[in-house]
């Protein structure tokens, strides 16, 4: 197994380098599922190992529906990556979420379509992971309180409406979502939560926000030049955040590093060579712990 990556930081919009980062190898790691978004970039903060992937490539070049998650969670975890905070940008859906904050969502509402693809089990390999909680509790507080020493207004909850993109939403959508008690819109937690847990990673995301959606009357539809021109102010603030999350992670005994044990049901016995090879760094706890 790979030597132990303490924390994985996947950056959105904006975000595609981690200031600090040292003694950086870039790693071009070959999947089952084709290649990552790009190179993922190991090196130490205080010491500490990190991973750095940028989402939607250096020179963001990958829609939210382009993203090869899978592809990106099965390196992270064939790395020795055990925590991964992702970074995102989001539209507010609550007028105390000001742009310019940054939240750390407790849940999730999947507005997405079918052909993200949001499971590395199947082609004989059954596995259901518990999902009522889709984020690590111990990581969440962590960034939360990260950001917050960074001197930023973070909430430290939220649901996060994951919507389909690339186009923003409509005005009635954004209502919508406003009825439903919902806090934040953005368009890539999904499947990146999914995967996570599969790969029994702890994941938390740390949102920061652009924009007021659709919804609020006092101020303009959202739009790509908003977005990205709030981002810069909220950039510098983030990587702020996560090198404070390295001087202070969770010691662990959140449940994520064994999500499978409840999960798997296909017996490890039976499943073949070819699976085996697939999944090999998802699986590859399970498989060691029976022998199988």
Not at 23 to 40: K, M, Q, R, W, Y
Not at 179 to 189: F, L, Q, R
Request: charged fraction near 20%; charge should be negative.
């Amino acid at each position: 197994m790979a030597d132990a990556i303490p924390l994985a930081v996947i950056g959105g919009s904006g975000f595609y380098d981690m200031p600090g980062l040292e003694s950086v190898e870039e790693c071009a790691v070959d999947t089952p599922f084709g290649a990552p978004s790009d190179v993922i970039r190991v090196g130490s903060i205080d010491g500490v190992r990190v991973a750095f992937l940028a989402r939607h490539g250096r020179g963001h070049r990958l829609l939210p529906t382009e993203l090869p998650q899978r592809a990106n969670f099965w390196a992270l975890k064939s790395l020795g990556v055990q925590r991964v905070l992702a970074v995102s940008a989001v539209g507010s859906l609550r007028g105390d979420y000001e742009p310019g904050h940054m939240v750390v969502p407790d849940q999730l509402i999947d507005r997405t379509r079918a052909d993200r693809p949001a499971t590395f089990f199947g082609r004989g390999v059954v596995a259901h992971v518990a999902f009522a909680d889709p984020f690590c509790a111990a990581l969440r507080e962590g960034a939360r309180a990260a950001a917050a020493a960074a001197g930023v207004q973070v909430h430290g909850s939220g649901s996060y409406v994951v919507i389909e993109g690339p186009a923003f939403g409509t005005r009635a959508e954004s209502h919508l979502y406003r009825d439903w008690g919902a806090s934040i819109v953005g368009m890539t937690a999904l499947p990146e939560a999914k995967l996570a847990r599969e790969a029994e990673l702890c994941y938390a995301i740390l949102a920061a926000v652009t924009d007021y959606d659709a919804w609020h009357e006092h101020h303009d539809a959202v739009d790509a030049a908003t977005v990205f021109a709030v981002l810069q102010k909220n950039v510098a603030a983030g990587q702020a955040a996560v090198r404070n999350l390295v001087r202070a992670l969770p010691a662990g005994g959140c449940g994520c590093a064994t999500s499978l044990d409840a999960a798997l049901v296909t017996p490890p016995a039976m499943i073949d060579e070819e699976n085996r090879k697939r999944l090999a760094p998802i699986l590859r706890r399970r498989l060691e712990e029976v022998g199988a």
